[in-house]
């Protein structure tokens, strides 16, 4: 029996079952996505190589064993680390290492030690994934991979059964089931800094906006195939789209040089100013006349301070001001999910001062004469502002101009004009309203967003940084600032969709190079692969604004309506670890319940067979252990050994095994009923 035992113990230390292996490798699987989106490609392709090699040398008995093979193989990663981060000092470095790390764990495991190890560093990489990224489908993938990893350490521990599936998912499903009320009472109450669940370790990159306080041509361009999310909007009060294009303002430009603008370096607050009706009177603020249009945006944490609201914001919000310009600026940078109310308005909110009609008509000094002329001559025909803006957009209606995604490098304002006249919305805008100056009419750049995708199941705008728009606005005397939009002389019926759908409605009328396989677009647009999408995108949204966003504030708002005064987060966590330990008491109390139930009849059983065993001559020793009653008893009765062997074999499966199979005790108490001799009628 020893020698039995000593075999099975180095089996089990020199080599891990490929069942429970492969439910970790899957599990590792699902933490990739992160690590490839935000850390050096060649760090995830080696952890997944080193999968792929552990399931080819387990079976062969190969491993790495060179202590001093190793030591090079950590050089080598440490270099290789430093020479693309720059430093160890970054979190994607330190990420990086911990999964390199991990690679080499993976190809000199071979223990039941060394399994559990693996275990304990894949739950870290799903804390370290989640550090990297929190939205809902990293979420997903790491929930899926931590809960993996439990079904393969259950799977491990199973010993003989390893080879059953749905067991150790049923197990993992119930530990998960039973700590779900403590995770939810641990979120909802435990205190909190103000930066909510969002755990951004690392500077928030450029790319993750289209904004910046220069616009240049192809820098909106250059976003046309993006598919990240901007911001989501809701109309409270409404289940209707609003009607018309959405223009969403972002930044306003006033500083001048061509095809080149640039916003101011510190906005400033706008001062007030009466609001104009659209014939240019003065109406109060608190009149009627001016339609409020009721918002709610939802940002996700880009690190910039650009904030959007539909047409021109009225109102500020707490925690920015209104700029002049009327755009929104936030005070502090984004840096955790932004949600805010905002009421907007068509009317132009101010009367233009001295000081900014002369910025609005400042022109660099590089402009070349045949732009100027070009300009000029507009005037010459009908100096009316009206006049001079309907001549600029006739000229890029029919001059031969064109809208494209790759307009290409343009030297001047001159090459767009009058050579190539191929341009996105930037050059359009930019163009436009450095001739509206050269023209005398003051005029401003604004960059935002055109549209957005409406979703029915969710009653929200999908705005995605691919709808990054640039339009002009004009000083009118009689109107105010009225907005003009030159791209759509060029491209008509741009501002009746985002920029996704009319792509593919040009297309599909042969208007531009196809940007996508025809039936793949039409598949994608059919109806069950946009009821899956909207569904997505209603699961991604609740999940940034009920999870994501659940910060101290709302916490705050929580616990006041439920009554429960703040009295610091002392007494909050005293209160939480209360509920917690009564939780868990009242858990123990029913699982030790129902133990003992179930124990209790086993018991009673037994103790019936031995009184059986007793009137049949053979009474069992106080002292006595299951299987040598059963040994002596079968030898005492020989007609009734095969029965007293089930029972015992039967009673000590019930008795000391972790679980049996279902139905086993209702048998047990068929055998100890049967055994026995039988009445006779």
């Not at 995770?183 to 990159?205: D, H, V, W, Y």
Request: with cysteine; hydrophobic share 45%; charged share 20%.
């Amino acid at each position: 029996m020893s020698t039995i035992s000593a075999r099975s113990s180095t089996k089990t230390d020199t080599s891990i079952p490929r069942t429970p292996l492969l439910w970790m490798a899957v599990a590792l699987l699902f933490t990739l996505p992160p690590f490839f989106d935000s850390l050096a490609v060649w760090v995830p392709s080696l952890f997944l190589l080193s999968l792929a090699l552990k399931f080819w040398m387990e079976p062969r008995g190969y491993r790495l064993r060179s202590v001093v093979l190793k030591l090079v193989l950590v050089g080598i990663a440490l270099t290789a680390v430093f020479a693309s981060y720059g430093s160890f000092r970054a979190v994607e470095a330190g990420i990086s290492l911990l999964v390199i790390l991990m690679s080499l764990k993976i190809l000199e495991a071979h223990t039941a030690r060394e399994f559990r190890v693996m275990v304990l560093i894949g739950w870290m990489l799903c804390l370290c994934g989640f550090f990297l990224s929190q939205d809902f489908a990293t979420a997903l993938c790491l929930l899926i991979a931590f809960a993996l990893l439990v079904v393969a350490l259950v799977q491990f521990h199973r010993g003989a059964s390893q080879g059953a599936v749905w067991p150790p998912i049923g197990t993992t499903c119930k530990l998960l089931l039973q700590a779900a009320p403590l995770l939810l009472l641990f979120f909802l109450l435990f205190p909190r800094i103000n930066a909510g669940f969002l755990f951004e370790l690392r500077p928030f990159r450029s790319a993750n906006t289209g904004f910046s306080d220069r616009l240049s041509p192809g820098s909106i361009a250059a976003l046309a195939n993006s598919s990240e999310i901007a911001f989501r909007a809701e109309f409270p009060g409404s289940s209707a789209r609003p009607l018309g294009p959405m223009y969403w303002r972002g930044v306003v430009m006033w500083r001048c040089n061509g095809l080149e603008w640039r916003g101011p370096y510190a906005p400033r607050a706008k001062s007030s100013s009466p609001t104009l009706d659209i014939e240019g009177r003065a109406v109060p603020a608190s009149s009627g006349n001016v339609k409020e249009i009721q918002q709610r945006i939802t940002l996700p944490p880009n690190g910039a301070r650009w904030m959007f609201a539909l047409d021109r914001p009225i109102k500020t919000v707490p925690g920015a001001m209104l700029a002049r310009g009327d755009y929104l600026y936030s005070v502090q940078p984004i840096r955790k999910t932004r949600r805010y109310d905002v009421a907007s308005s068509e009317f132009s909110t101010n009367e233009i001062t001295a000081r900014e009609r002369a910025e609005a008509l400042e022109v660099p000094g590089s402009i070349k004469p045949a732009v100027r002329e070009l300009a000029e001559s507009w005037t010459a025909q009908n100096p009316d502002s009206r006049a001079v803006i309907s001549a600029a957009l006739q000229f890029f209606r029919t001059q031969g101009f064109s809208y494209s995604l790759t307009p290409g490098e343009y030297a001047d304002l001159d090459e767009f004009l009058f050579r190539r006249r191929v341009g996105f919305c930037e050059h359009y805008a930019t163009s436009f309203a450095t001739l509206m100056r050269l023209a005398g009419i003051p005029a401003r750049v604004v960059v935002g967003y055109l549209g957005g995708e409406y979703n029915d199941l969710g009653h929200f705008f999908l705005v995605r940084q691919a709808d990054t728009h640039a339009w002009c606005e004009v000083w009118l005397p009689e109107h105010g600032w009225t907005r003009v939009d030159p791209t759509s002389a060029v491209a008509p019926g741009r501002a009746s969709f985002d920029l996704s759908s009319f792509l593919e409605t040009r297309n599909a009328a042969g208007q531009m190079g196809a940007r996508r396989n025809a039936w793949i677009a039409q598949l994608l647009r059919s109806g069950v692969f946009t009821n899956i999408r909207f569904i997505w995108q209603t699961l991604s949204y609740q999940w940034d604004t009920r999870f994501i966003a659940f910060d101290a504030d709302v916490q705050d708002v929580m616990l006041t309506s439920m009554g429960i005064a703040s009295r610091g987060p002392v007494f909050l966590v005293v209160e939480i670890l209360l509920v917690a330990i009564g939780l868990l008491a009242i858990y123990f109390a029913w699982m030790q319940l129902r133990t003992r139930s179930r124990l209790d009849r086993v018991k009673v059983l037994y103790d019936y067979f031995c009184r059986k065993a007793a009137r049949l001559g053979v009474s069992r020793d106080p002292c006595e252990g299951p299987l040598d009653f059963a040994r002596r008893a079968a030898q005492s009765l020989p007609n009734e050994s095969n029965r007293i062997q089930q029972i015992v074999e039967t009673y000590i499966l019930l008795r000391y095994a972790p679980q049996s199979p279902q139905g086993m005790l209702d048998r047990f108490a068929k055998e100890v009923s049967a055994f026995g001799p039988r009445r006779r009628h």
